[in-house]
């Protein structure tokens, strides 16, 4: 009895959660304008979505600044991860507390601190400044996923390609880099899904002309809601939550191989 108790309170929650997204995705099939009826089967408005100019638009501004700032993150922050990992262990707690800040942090505190810092440096708020802080924000998620990786390596792998004549550069691209690759994709496609997905950051680093589909989405609901926006929010749903069960996948996969 308890049992079921836990699982129909579960399976509540969860309903609770996903049906008003289920409603969502249902009805951007629905012929009709209205929310309140169905009036038949229709793929009118994922047409329509991709014949819209802001749409397409801000399509191409998320998968240019998702597609960037995911590789550039991963670039620096397996960098990032190498570095801490050797860092004694006075300084590597530091610099993980600091790490964990981004990650911890409200995301409008980050957005309104990102914002002033671009303004005081004199950047003007635009596809520049929104590819910087998607790069800021992603760059803890990629160090938090390779540093797993870095502790399931063997320490003497590197100083034995060191004794057998090969160079730094050579032996961390040869040795340290094919032996952290599952950490570095996992880090890639969950800053990529993060900066698609991403709306407040986004909405305080941008400027005017140059939005997110987040953005695009939000304006445009403001002037009431348009079927369009249901079919791009499907889309959106999909897209991320495929992302999130790849990545979950590589995590699960990591995980049994660190037991």
Same mark, same amino acid.
């Given at each position: ?35 309140g009826s169905w009036d ?11 014949? $819209? ?53 409200? $995301? ?31 760059i803890p998620y990629v ?54 997905? $991403? ?52 995590? $699960? ?7």
């Amino acid at each position: 009895m308890v049992k079921f108790i836990k699982r129909f309170y579960t399976s509540l929650i969860f309903l609770f959660l996903y049906a008003p997204i289920l409603v969502l995705i249902i009805f951007s099939f629905n012929s009709s304008k209205s929310r309140g009826s169905w009036d038949g089967f229709t793929l009118n408005w994922y047409v329509e979505m991709f014949q $819209d100019r802001q749409i397409m638009s801000a399509l191409y501004v998320t998968l240019g600044i998702a597609v960037l700032s995911s590789i550039i993150a991963t670039i620096i922050g397996t960098a990032a991860a190498i570095g801490i990992y050797n860092m004694n262990r006075f300084n590597k707690g530091i610099i993980m507390n600091l790490t964990y800040l981004p990650v911890l942090n409200a $995301d409008i505190v980050t957005g309104i601190s990102l914002m002033l810092l671009l303004i005081f440096l004199k950047i003007p708020l635009g596809f520049t400044s929104l590819l910087l802080a998607h790069i800021t924000f992603n760059i803890p998620y990629v160090i938090l996923s390779v540093l797993p990786k870095l502790r399931q390596l063997n320490k003497h792998l590197y100083e034995a390609a060191l004794d057998l004549g090969a160079s730094p550069l050579y032996a961390l691209r040869k040795i340290i880099i094919p032996e952290i690759k599952p950490g570095i994709i996992t880090g890639l496609l969950l800053a990529f899904t993060l900066s698609i997905d $991403d709306f407040v950051i986004s909405f305080f680093t941008t400027g005017s002309g140059v939005a997110n589909l987040s953005i695009t989405i939000y304006s445009m609901a403001r002037r009431g809601i348009n079927p369009k926006i249901n079919a791009l929010s499907t889309i959106m749903f999909l897209s991320v939550l495929t992302l999130l069960i790849i990545v979950n996948k590589r995590m $699960d996969n990591t995980e049994e191989g660190d037991n």
